[in-house]
């Protein structure tokens, strides 16, 4: 587990050297699955232009010193498929980031990664992605920022309870795990609480707002959480298991 605040301190290397470090994450809205990492490139990049960078590309978290590890080069990454931060992520740029890469598709198949359990199994799946019709059967993508996020008010039986402070993320298979509410701007003095994606029903996007299935007694009655302990995996872990 490692929440979004200090998944965004860390570096991301290359196999060859530095690539920058993790600026944001975007997100599937549907299944709350990280699906790619934003690399700040602005150290090597002409103009720090932004790249976006598959979780299908790890090798390997270093938590020792804050680092991402993937499996490519920083000339690879360069002659990448160049993205427009203004825009959103379409499915359209997916296909040609997933081709240069040779990945396979994580939008076919039944799970959040297609017919796979974790994301590094898309690797060198092109052949079977080339045989199917992915892009007509699902030509859509759900992804958006958490770094937009951060800061929508919670909306609980009608009621604003809240904002948005941070997320956890499960580093085994990258699916977002608990959504950290502040409830301070509503409660006097406030308190940080945690919910799961099944608690919410709704984000919309023109207002700024998520919606919860929770009324807004049952938000305020979640347990206080310690968020000097946001970047500890043990403690985390044990927020999740309290949420089930």
């Known amino acids: 587990m490692i929440s979004l605040k200090h998944l965004t301190d860390f570096g991301i290397h290359a196999t060859d050297g530095d690539i920058g470090r993790c600026k944001d994450i975007l997100f599937d809205d549907q299944d709350f699955v990280t699906r790619y990492f934003v690399a700040d490139t602005h150290r090597w990049l002409p103009l720090g232009r932004k ?143 945690a919910i799961t994606p099944d608690m919410i029903s709704d984000i919309d996007w023109s207002s700024h707002k998520v919606h919860t299935h929770l009324q807004h007694n049952e938000l305020l009655a979640l347990p206080e959480i310690d968020d000097n302990k946001l970047d500890d995996s043990h403690y985390l872990s044990s927020l999740f298991d309290n949420n089930k």
């Open 51 to 193: 790249v976006v960078i598959s979780p299908i590309a790890l090798q390997s978290i270093n938590r020792d010193d804050s680092s991402l590890v993937v499996n490519m080069s920083k000339q690879a990454l360069k002659d990448s498929p160049s993205i427009d931060e203004h825009k959103p992520v379409s499915r359209e740029y997916e296909e040609t980031l997933f081709k240069y890469f040779g990945y396979g598709y994580y939008w076919v198949g039944p799970g959040a990664w297609g017919d796979f359990s974790h994301p590094t199994e898309l690797v060198d799946q092109q052949h079977i992605k080339d045989d199917i019709e992915a892009s007509k059967s699902q030509p859509v993508n759900h992804l958006r920022s958490c770094d937009e996020i951060l800061g929508y008010d919670i909306s609980a039986g009608g009621d604003n309870t809240g904002h948005v402070y941070d997320f956890i993320v499960d580093t085994k298979n990258w699916s977002v795990k608990l959504i950290i509410i502040d409830t301070r701007n509503w409660l006097p003095g406030g308190k940080k609480v």
